[in-house]
């Protein structure tokens, strides 16, 4: 895993319920990689 899979754990772990596109925009990716 990397840093940026690393990111999105700590996202989710926080706030599960957050969008796909919510997620992207704060790990600085567009929503198709997430």
């Given at each position: 895993?990397?840093?940026?899979?690393?990111?999105?754990?700590?996202?989710?772990?926080?706030?599960?319920?957050?969008?796909?596109?919510?997620?992207?925009?704060?790990v600085?990716?567009?929503?198709?990689?997430?």
């Amino acid at each position: 895993m990397d840093e940026t899979d690393h990111q999105i754990l700590r996202i989710l772990q926080v706030n599960c319920s957050m969008s796909v596109s919510d997620v992207a925009r704060e790990v600085g990716l567009s929503p198709s990689p997430c």
